[in-house]
């Protein structure tokens, strides 16, 4: 969503976190994912320009935080970050937490050419029927 600097420490602010990857933010030490940087038109950037970030969630605690120190491809606004090996598994535990919607999920082809949408954004529709 964003990428800021603030005291040394750069954060990139993404639209998933402790409510997609619980296990993650709650107990780093024994849960590790696989981050990529993509540009906007889905190429891998290169790791010759590299920068120690931050990745925190949109939610509105401390422990939203998907990694810390993680040596990365130079981050700006519009790349995706990939986070690999999340599997369906981590989706089924996605978070109600203040009644996000599920977000869209992407694939990414091995041939690093193109992504590919494997499940949409949940419409407020779904959303309520689930509350209902």
Known sequence: ???????????????????QFLRRCYQPEFWHHDISVADSGGRLKP???TSEYTIAGPLCFGADIIARDIRLARIE?????MIHDTGGYTLSMWSRYTSRQIPRVLGYRDD????????????LEALYQFWK
């Open 1 to 19: 969503e964003y990428v800021k600097a603030y005291s040394g420490v750069n954060t990139a602010m993404i639209h998933v976190g402790a409510d």
């Open 47 to 49: 790791m010759d320009e």
């Open 77 to 81: 606004e519009g790349d995706f970050l």
């Open 112 to 123: 690093g050419r193109q992504f590919e949408i494997l499940k949409n954004r949940e419409t």
